[in-house]
């Protein structure tokens, strides 16, 4: 039989532990005397998107806000948030879900932080979430698609079908991330219009659309005595115009748009 000294036992082994084991890690955790391991602390976790999306200063119109919600354990403590951030601001900071609103465009991914502390029984632990402010700043054109026959022209007091051209939108963000899916608020305007069409002596209605989702659908269509399918005696016509978007009231995309009798070039 080996024989230990107590001291080395006290060192070494576990209170429990055989006297006559060396290796201690073979107690398991809250072996020991006295009566259980060691007291776990408070924890908190941290859960929401990891993007704000930016609208346009002094424009009420598009999503610019999220939430984010901490669970704190053990329950009936207390929370507290904050952020160094210029970019974003925060309320509702002393209960378990914050809304933060963004103010300023992320120059880089991840460089808003947003920490939470949470308190109970005396004892505090915190964690953090990285955000992005992502601002609307591009269009990109997922598809397009040309229906020759696809628009009715009642609603022009004619009495025939023209074209209608759709060309389908995602919005980017300025890292040419997808924007969304948010709330955001697209609209359009259009300048330098010209036209040898008859009856067509202005632009179409400018559209302004608020929705959810990631983009939207643009169309286009020609009703007009000028051309063929309105008129078999006549010889055609061309429209042109400078179109301008805008989501969440920053500029997003320019085109120049040609409308003729039979399609719409959009460039």
């Avoid at 309320?91 to 609103?101: D, F, K, P």
């Avoid at 964690?127 to 990109?140: E, F």
């Avoid at 609209?187 to 559209?207: A, I, K, Y």
């Avoid at 939207?216 to 005696?233: E, Y």
């Amino acid at each position: 039989m080996l024989f230990w000294p107590a001291e080395y036992r006290a060192v070494n082994c576990c209170p429990l532990c055989p006297p006559w084991l060396r290796v201690c890690f073979l107690c398991g955790p809250g072996s020991g005397g006295g009566g259980g391991g060691q007291q776990q602390g408070p924890q908190v976790t941290v859960s929401g998107p990891n993007k704000v999306p930016l609208r346009a200063s002094g424009t009420g119109q598009g999503q610019n806000a999220i939430q984010l919600t901490a669970s704190g354990t053990p329950s009936g403590g207390s929370y507290q948030w904050s952020t160094t951030s210029s970019r974003v601001s925060l309320s509702g900071t002393n209960t378990a879900q914050v809304t933060v609103t963004a103010v300023g465009a992320s120059a880089m991914r991840d460089d808003v932080t947003v920490t939470v502390t949470y308190t109970v029984d005396g004892q505090s632990v915190s964690a953090s979430k990285q955000l992005t402010v992502v601002k609307p700043s591009s269009l990109s054109v997922t598809s397009t698609s040309l229906n020759p026959m696809g628009q009715n022209c009642s609603s022009f007091g004619l009495n025939c079908n023209s074209y209608l051209k759709e060309v389908t939108y995602e919005i980017k963000d300025q890292f040419g991330d997808l924007f969304g899916p948010w709330t955001f608020f697209a609209r359009e305007e259009f300048s330098n219009f010209s036209s040898n069409c008859t009856g067509v002596t202005s632009p179409p209605m400018p559209s302004a659309t608020s929705i959810q989702g990631i983009g939207f659908v643009d169309r286009f269509t020609l009703c007009t005595t000028s051309c063929p399918q309105c008129n078999p005696q006549a010889g055609g016509c061309t429209a042109r115009a400078t179109q301008k978007w805008f989501v969440n009231e920053f500029p997003v995309r320019t085109n120049t748009v040609i409308w003729t009798c039979t399609d719409a070039t959009i460039q």
